[in-house]
């Protein structure tokens, strides 16, 4: 590839090795000043690998980098700034009881000298100036609040402020509606086109179709690491996308013969919960699931559907009202207790509450069985037990892991990590399973796997809790549909007498029950 004028970015060659696996096998390509160019595959295609490198966190092993038509040795993140390049990472990289402030001036702190020589950091003068700046791409924000405080969208926001405080030309954003509200979204690609119409170079790292097709001037798509084809946004169909991205015809409709009901496995009876501050996030909510029968609670996020589920496995008090479990009541029950009992649990926040991140995949996937047999003998564990069930549930449900059965799961991508958990879940072969968002951040091909999971599991004859912000997710796995809103179960209906137009009134409060 010759050099050209043209690109403000040129990758040539590039290829990275991890342990186990080339993350990007020779990949080139040329990014223009001033567009918005998406970097599109699945979970592990090398997408994030290949923007870390640019961004300094990486060396290639093979390959050279090209910026302004110079080439470039990016060896550290500083490096990269100081090319202006900035990046908002898929988890951000925040100082939690710092203000937002603090965050976007750390290491480059504005010194004035007080009485002209003692020096002092001007936090005053930047507020302002951040708060200007904030204004300027809609990135609304107040400088003096603590990262603490502030809801995920914000945080975010904080994040792209601190690229543009550092005057960064070249904006890579990773993943980053992942995190974010239907609404967030919206308002998210609004403000990456402001970026771009200012004259900034914006990459985007995803994969979901609809954001590149509504933002996006071109679009780079990657499988195993290497680079399928470079596409003109404008002229590509989502489905011809996904192909590409799978490396194979995709079918998004899942298989779901009709279901057959048993008797009710769980029974919400009127629960009431409190968050740290008193109160009420979930208000006299009842409702029950059935043997079979895939029960999805629709809201826009933060409307107490995570309560809900945490408030079942045992992670948040009920204030008021019973949770009944195979005719047993388990509201005072703790959760290994209630684990026991048939409940599998696969909550929102994979790193947080899903898994042990420091602690191997073997380890992770035996975290429900490991004192039991055949997991431990007396007070042995037994550690073959352990490498040859994570193993099988390596096979049997596409895990992959660059350390195998003894890599600590910290270096999986995230829909490794997810898929490492609904294994471990699933495996407990449990009456009631609560999914919550599932499949949040995961690329095509895991979402429709995890789904299948799902809809086998039902077809079984497990009771299964689906929360989910997907509503297109609600509607392909669901038998019945609840829509909550502030707290308050709205509407519970069979899923085919509820049209997706109505569910969403419901889910933004249009329409009272």
Request: proline content about 3%.
């Amino acid at each position: 590839m010759a050099h050209s004028e043209e690109y403000i970015i040129e990758m040539k060659g590039i290829t990275k090795r991890f342990p186990g696996v080339v993350a990007n096998n020779n990949v080139s390509l040329g990014i223009r000043k001033g567009e918005i160019f998406a970097l599109l595959g699945e979970n592990g295609a090398g997408k994030s690998t290949l923007m870390s490198m640019l961004f300094g966190m990486y060396e290639p092993d093979e390959g050279e980098i090209w910026v302004r038509g110079k080439k470039v040795n990016i060896a550290s993140p500083n490096e990269a700034v100081r090319l202006d390049i900035g990046m908002v990472h898929q988890h951000f990289k925040l100082v939690q009881n710092y203000t937002v402030t603090e965050n976007i001036v750390l290491g480059i702190e504005p010194v004035k000298r007080l009485a002209g020589f003692l020096p002092y950091v001007d936090i005053k003068g930047t507020n302002e100036k951040i708060r200007t700046l904030s204004q300027k791409y809609g990135l609304e924000v107040d400088p003096t609040k603590r990262i603490e405080d502030l809801k995920v969208y914000a945080q975010q926001r904080v994040e792209i402020l601190k690229m543009l405080y550092r005057e960064a030309e070249i904006l890579i954003f990773d993943e980053p509606t992942a995190v974010l509200t239907p609404q967030e979204i919206e308002f998210l690609l609004e403000i990456i086109r402001k970026l771009r119409d200012g004259g900034k170079t914006v990459i985007l790292i995803t994969h979901k179709l609809e954001e590149i097709k509504q933002v996006a001037d071109r679009c780079a798509i990657l499988n195993h690491g290497k680079l399928v084809d470079i596409l003109d946004v404008a002229t590509t169909s989502t489905s011809q996308m996904a192909n590409m991205m799978v490396g194979h015809e995709l079918t998004l409709e899942i298989e779901k013969p009709p279901a057959n009901f048993g008797k009710p496995v769980l029974e919400v009876k009127g629960i009431t919960v409190e968050n740290a501050d008193h109160f009420p996030v979930v208000k006299n909510v009842s409702f029950s699931i059935r043997k079979g029968e895939v029960f999805a609670i629709a809201g826009v996020s933060g409307n107490g559907q995570v309560e809900v589920a945490d408030a079942i496995a045992g992670l948040a008090d009920c204030k008021q009202g019973s949770i009944v479990l195979n005719g047993q009541d388990i509201t005072r029950y703790n959760v290994r207790k209630r684990n026991l009992l048939g409940l599998s649990y696969i909550p929102e926040d994979r790193q947080q509450v899903g898994l042990i991140l420091d602690f191997t995949l073997a380890e992770n996937l035996a975290m429900k069985k490991y004192f039991a047999p055949p997991f431990s003998k007396g007070a042995m564990l037994q550690h073959n037990v352990f490498t040859s069930y994570a193993e099988e549930l390596i096979e049997k449900y596409d895990i992959r892991s660059g350390g195998g059965a003894d890599g600590p799961v910290r270096a999986m991508s995230g829909g490794n990590q997810q898929k490492a958990i609904v294994a471990r879940e699933i495996e407990l072969q449990s009456d009631l399973m609560i999914f919550v968002q599932p499949t949040r951040g995961l690329d095509i091909g895991a979402i429709t796997s995890i789904r299948e999971r799902i809809i086998e599991e039902r077809n079984k004859g497990k009771a299964i809790l689906l929360i989910s912000l997907e509503l297109d997710e609600v509607l392909a796995c669901a038998d019945t549909i609840g829509v909550i809103y502030s707290g308050e179960l709205l509407k519970i209906a069979d899923a085919n007498t509820i049209t997706a137009n109505q569910v969403g009134e419901y889910m933004m409060g249009v329409k009272q029950a």
